[in-house]
């Protein structure tokens, strides 16, 4: 039987006097699924995010992690079970690999706690999966921008949650990295069963990579599916405010860009 892994219940979030950036969000997220956002700038997908993250409290709504309110619960248990890999980290942070990997493990380490014994077991694993094992002496700061965020993910991962927040992490990774991060991913998500809620800027990759797919527009979600339930010609108009011809490459719908909606257009 299917669990829920990541519940949000009517989340509002804005600033006084505004228009709300995200007014009555609703998600439910399957424990094992991956789940991609998708929507122009200023949507409100990131924000959603950071709520479900717990780094950003709603206006009114709730979030629920596994059945249990994440308002009431400690922010140790949290770490325990989910955690968020953010766009950007600290680039001059001058300390090992293995030493910002050994972080992921303090919400498994009681006070008086080192990370030792079978938590460098743990640590050990996270760089192995990511493929840092030859890096984790080096600094943070000697390391490529792919590198890093590896590094990064591999911190996350030594914490074993079960669910995994990532607000567009291949945004500022060449095509070759973003592949390698986002197949990493894919085999996180498949062979650790670990739940994947991810804020997508190319709507591509979401198609290839995602289980399903939620498209926000102005703060609120305006469709829901599958990758070929969603990407149809007249959600690109709807959505993102442009026309679009949608290919399908082996069951993924690929889409290309042929002008703003009501403008001019190619014709090829």
């Given at each position: 039987m299917t669990t829920t892994a990541l519940q949000a219940n009517k989340l509002k979030y804005g600033y006084r006097a505004k228009t709300p950036i995200v007014d009555g969000f609703n998600l439910d997220v399957a424990s094992g699924e991956w789940l991609g956002i998708v929507g122009p700038n200023g949507s409100g997908k990131s924000t959603v995010l950071?709520?479900?993250?717990?780094?950003?409290?709603?206006?009114?709504?709730?979030?629920?992690?596994?059945?249990?309110?994440?308002?009431?619960?400690?922010?140790?248990?949290?770490?325990?079970?989910m955690t968020m890999l953010t766009q950007t980290q600290e680039s001059s942070l001058d300390i090992s690999v293995r030493d910002l990997v050994r972080r992921g493990?303090?919400?498994?380490?009681?006070?008086?706690?080192?990370?030792?014994?079978?938590?460098?077991?743990?640590?050990?694993?996270?760089?192995?999966?990511?493929?840092?094992?030859?890096?984790?002496?080096?600094?943070?700061?000697?390391?490529?921008g792919g590198e890093r965020q590896r590094a990064w993910l591999a911190m996350c991962l030594a914490q074993k949650p079960?669910?995994?927040?990532?607000?567009?992490?291949?945004?500022?990774?060449?095509?070759?990295?973003?592949?390698?991060?986002?197949?990493?991913?894919?085999?996180?998500?498949r062979e650790q069963g670990i739940t994947v809620v991810m804020v997508l800027h190319d709507l591509n990759q979401?198609?290839?990579?995602?289980?399903?797919?939620?498209?926000?527009?102005?703060?609120?979600?305006?469709?829901?599916?599958?990758?070929s339930e969603v990407f149809q010609a007249d959600f690109f108009r709807e959505v993102f405010g442009i026309e679009a011809k949608v290919h399908n490459d082996g069951g993924v719908p690929v889409y290309l860009p042929c002008g703003v909606a009501g403008g001019s257009r190619s014709t090829n």
């Open positions: 950071r709520m479900l993250a717990r780094l950003s409290s709603p206006q009114q709504g709730t979030v629920s992690l596994k059945g249990r309110n994440l308002a009431g619960m400690s922010s140790k248990a949290v770490a325990q079970q493990r303090n919400p498994h380490l009681k006070w008086y706690e080192e990370c030792r014994g079978s938590h460098e077991e743990v640590v050990d694993w996270a760089l192995k999966v990511t493929s840092m094992s030859q890096l984790q002496h080096r600094s943070l700061i000697e390391l490529s079960g669910v995994l927040l990532l607000d567009e992490p291949t945004t500022y990774l060449d095509i070759a990295h973003q592949l390698e991060l986002m197949e990493l991913i894919r085999l996180l998500n979401a198609a290839r990579y995602c289980d399903r797919i939620v498209a926000m527009k102005q703060g609120n979600v305006v469709r829901e599916g599958t990758p």
